[in-house]
């Protein structure tokens, strides 16, 4: 690892000058009568707040029918074959590879090899942590998709108010030793799964435009429309952004999920999360001998590079009976959050507060995720915010639209992976979604086996 860092740092040492914007979830975790003191909430408020308004970045760019679709728009690139989409060039052949040869930031199969490489204690792993690879959670069928790894969260609420676990949210679920092995509390009974979500196309999410996202939002009725969620952008300076990455649009960019995703799945701190976690609000430092940050900033880019150089899922055959689902997924309103078809920002939009500029690979892309990239109640939340602030107490029972492309590679569904078929799962839709399970309910046989045909195609 510390020869890859050699050769990218040179490319990255802005990065150790940036604003850590958000706090290591650890902090100000006391007893439930002291986790809120005014001091504590001013400082997270102030340390996840972000710049102001959300900036322009291109306009609206959203029509389902594609009638008015600009005329340089392509459909994206597809496929489950661990080949790149234009963003980075495909590199050296993946299996000649090695610790020793790898280049961060060179090619696809460098930053792809990052992406799998297996993390030990000595690179920082820990001490407490989920994962040691980014493949451990992403992997399906090919690097970068989901899996059957779900992340733990508990808390619970007091008058109302919710209070994190001592350690945050996130429950790790492995350690480094065994006397820091995080335990839940009795009390803490607001207890969820979030299932790992795919990666796959994610460089065309990013590059989807705040205007893209308020457009689809405003056309939405107003009974099913979605909540936006503006969160900051931390490698452009705390820069406001549409949330949209993680199932409660925590993230905006591919560079912060990464940064958030090396520090809490595995504990591997950066220049954007630069302090360890605790262990239940125990200090680790004693079980922690590598110096903080432990890494410079190049794996997480390296991270973000490879997300944004793969392909959008592909879709499986496509029958008479697939066709007559897709009406039907229509008719009944699930395309009103599932939204089948979303164009990209124009290559040489500025987003990501000023920090990336959208490539011709992702820019003006046709993409067909079934998502809305919003926040919905639809009677399934997990009853843990944004953040354990009010400013984000609506966020308490919403969750973002799930994506619905590679749905054909899950057998784990919903956020918590408790439902195990597709009838199944459109059955716990309720609150925003009552009404399209009513109309789901009144179909007839025949009409539910073509739409479920339908979402077993995607």
């Not at 029509?63 to 679709?69: F, G, I, Q, V, W």
């Not at 961060?104 to 090899?113: E, G, K, P, V």
């Amino acid at each position: 690892m510390n020869k890859r860092r050699l050769v990218a740092a040179l490319t990255l040492t802005a990065l150790a000058c940036l604003i850590v914007i958000f706090t290591n979830k650890a902090e100000s975790q006391q007893d439930p009568a002291e986790r809120r003191s005014p001091i504590d909430g001013k400082t997270r408020r102030e340390r996840f707040s972000h710049t102001g308004k959300i900036e322009n970045e291109d306009t609206a760019r959203t029509d389902l029918s594609l009638s008015s679709a600009p005329d340089s728009a392509t459909e994206a690139p597809v496929g489950f074959d661990n080949l790149t989409n234009g963003f980075n060039e495909q590199g050296p052949n993946f299996e000649t590879i090695n610790e020793d040869n790898v280049v961060a930031l060179r090619s696809f199969n460098d930053n792809r090899f990052i992406f799998e490489e297996v993390e030990s204690v000595a690179d920082g792993v820990g001490p407490t942590f989920n994962a040691q690879s980014c493949r451990e959670c992403h992997q399906n069928v090919v690097t970068g998709g989901a899996s059957q790894v779900a992340e733990h969260r508990t808390g619970r609420t007091d008058h109302g108010d919710f209070f994190e676990s001592l350690g945050g949210s996130l429950v790790q679920s492995r350690a480094t030793h065994p006397d820091i092995v995080e335990r839940v509390a009795f009390e803490d009974d607001i207890r969820t799964f979030r299932m790992s979500t795919s990666t796959l196309g994610s460089g065309f999410i990013e590059a989807i435009s705040n205007e893209t996202l308020l457009a689809i939002r405003d056309a939405q009725p107003r009974e099913v429309r979605g909540t936006e969620l503006i969160v900051p952008v931390l490698e452009g300076n705390g820069s406001a952004r549409l949330g949209r990455f993680g199932w409660k649009n925590q993230h905006a960019s591919l560079q912060s999920f990464s940064a958030d995703a090396y520090f809490n799945e595995m504990g591997i701190t950066s220049p954007l999360f630069p302090e360890e976690n605790t262990s239940s609000g125990r200090d680790m430092s004693e079980y922690d001998s590598v110096p903080d940050p432990e890494d410079d900033g190049v794996d997480i880019v390296a991270f973000a590079n490879f997300m944004r150089s793969t392909k959008a899922p592909s879709r499986g055959p496509i029958t008479a009976d697939v066709r007559a689902g897709d009406k039907l997924f229509s008719q009944i309103g699930c395309a009103q959050c599932h939204t089948p078809t979303i164009i990209t920002a124009r290559p040489g939009s500025i987003i990501n507060g000023g920090s990336f500029t959208v490539p011709n690979a992702l820019g003006n892309k046709i993409i067909h995720p079934y998502s809305d990239f919003l926040l919905h109640d639809i009677g399934t939340g997990d009853g843990i915010p944004f953040l354990p602030t009010v400013e984000f107490a609506f966020t308490t029972n919403k969750m973002r639209t799930a994506s619905l492309w590679a749905l054909r590679t899950r057998n784990r569904l919903m956020h918590d992976g408790l439902s195990f078929t597709l009838p199944e799962a459109i059955k716990r839709h309720a609150g925003q979604a009552a009404n399209v399970t009513k109309k789901y309910n009144a179909l007839s046989a025949a009409e539910k086996s073509q739409l479920i045909t339908f979402l077993n195609s995607l």
